[in-house]
């Protein structure tokens, strides 16, 4: 099966060096490519959901076709089965009433076969469309109240992040060897305002929550792809799509397809009453503490060899796993940790730990305010400060990570001299940054083979 990236090559829509920069924004970003394709602003998600449809050899479900849906069909499907295989019913069509289901990815034969029982029909009946992972998490929340991570949210300012070009990323050496960097913490003030990046132009006539404008670079001619007997469900033969084109009309259901912007909302949003206790209304991940449970003999090795082992790590979530079973191994007086990563003008909660045992929480900091991440984010310095001068939102962020008391601690992790995440982590009052330094400086070197890799 052809990959994603080829195709839209092939097809001139996407130039090679952008598909290296979308390869480059998963590493960091995670999910699927096509994600990332849509987040950089590069293709739109009907763009890509035709293409998906390509790959697979099965129609594409476009946002026309979301517009109208059978609400009373769709709730038939529980929230747990549509969650596991990521799709959502449509609309009954044809003379044998079929049931068009979209998805993030073909469903299989045990997927069919389960879908089609709450559904009440035979496998046979289900048309299986593809539409993009960001569509398909709409719908979930929309339908089914599955509230999308942040991850899958637009940030709260059009801006994207820059990425190291490929000739910039450095190379480093193998080495057990413990990268010390010492720093002396910055003055507690308000981080400079960061160089205006150019703003996403926005499709007008649209209300897509991830509806981009896209301007296409014209390419030399490709080797061209074979077409589908059909595109979308539009194309479907006409024996099936009696009614494809245009779904029954449901009266409680005015805009399924597209809605008003959402942005993910951040620690900076909390409510008033809740500042107090810095706890903002989004789920949090269960986590237990990861010593011992990443790697069986990880005990017995030292902070030279977990470095070593971080630099080696072969995706980014071990990337991150290592990285926090690192700290909680050794910086014992790290009492809290979480890796943020940059999107945008926010940072995301990834992986993290609480010494304690309670529950990592999912949030969102803002990097276009004062605060000790926006400054390691924007400065690429370790940033620190006593809770007593901290501003409000390095308070809620302490507080999220369940203290109200101690130091906050945050450390840049960068490539190439551009920060792609942080670690920010709550610490005993002078307690040496080294150790988490030396961390920062594995991740980063792990993340740069990474991005090299996966242009190649």
């Not at 987040?39 to 293409?51: F, M, P, Q």
């Not at 569509?135 to 991570?149: D, K, S």
């Not at 033969?237 to 084109?245: E, G, L, S």
């Not at 304690?356 to 940033?383: C, K, M």
């Amino acid at each position: 099966m052809a990959r994603l990236g080829e195709l839209l090559v092939a097809a001139g829509l996407l130039t090679a060096e952008q598909l290296e920069r979308a390869l480059r924004a998963q590493v960091m970003w995670g999910a699927r490519l096509g994600t990332n394709l849509v987040e950089l602003g590069l293709i739109d998600l009907d763009v890509l959901s035709t293409n998906l449809g390509r790959q697979h050899h099965l129609p594409a479900a476009l946002a026309r076709h979301f517009e109208r849906v059978d609400h009373e069909l769709q709730l038939l499907l529980s929230p747990d089965i549509a969650e596991t295989f990521c799709c959502v019913p449509l609309i009954r069509t044809g003379p044998r009433r079929d049931i068009v289901v979209a998805a993030a990815s073909p469903l299989t034969k045990k997927a069919l076969e389960r879908v089609a029982d709450e559904l009440v029909v035979e496998p046979h009946q289900l048309i299986v469309s593809i539409a993009a992972e960001l569509r398909i998490r709409y719908q979930l929340e929309r339908v089914y109240e599955i509230a999308r991570p942040a991850r899958f949210m637009r940030a709260s300012a059009e801006r994207v992040t820059s990425f190291p070009q490929f000739e910039t990323l450095p190379e480093f050496e193998d080495s057990a060897v413990n990268i010390v960097v010492e720093r002396t913490a910055p003055p507690l003030a308000d981080p400079p305002a960061p160089a205006p990046a150019p703003e996403l132009e926005l499709a007008a006539a649209q209300e897509d929550d991830l509806a981009i404008a896209v301007a296409l670079v014209e390419q030399p001619s490709q080797p061209t792809v074979s077409p589908l007997p059909f595109a979308d469900l539009d194309d479907l033969p006409a024996d099936v799509a009696v009614d494809a084109a245009v779904p029954r009309a449901v009266e409680q259901e005015t805009s399924s397809g597209r809605e008003r912007r959402k942005y993910v909302r951040t620690i900076a949003d909390a409510e008033p009453e809740k500042a107090a206790l810095g706890r903002i209304a989004i789920r949090r991940v269960a986590v237990t503490p990861p010593v011992g449970i990443i790697e069986p003999t990880s005990s017995t090795k030292t902070l030279g060899e977990t470095t070593r082992s971080i630099r080696r790590a072969t995706d980014r979530d071990r990337v991150a796993e290592l990285s926090m079973d690192a700290l909680f191994r050794f910086a014992p007086s790290c009492h809290a940790a979480t890796m943020l990563v940059v999107r945008g003008q926010i940072a995301t909660s990834w992986k993290g730990f609480c010494r304690s045992g309670a529950p990592h929480p999912e949030l969102a900091v803002p990097l276009d305010q004062p605060g000790l991440v926006a400054r390691a984010a924007h400065r690429n310095l370790t940033a620190w400060g006593p809770c007593s001068d901290l501003s409000p939102i390095d308070q809620r962020l302490m507080s999220s990570l369940g203290h109200d008391d101690g130091v906050l601690l945050v450390v840049p992790v960068s490539i190439g001299g551009d920060v792609m995440c942080v670690m920010a982590m709550v610490t005993e009052p002078d307690a040496a940054s080294t150790t988490a330094e030396s961390i920062a400086a594995a991740a980063g070197a792990a993340f740069a083979r990474l991005m090299r890799n996966a242009s190649r």
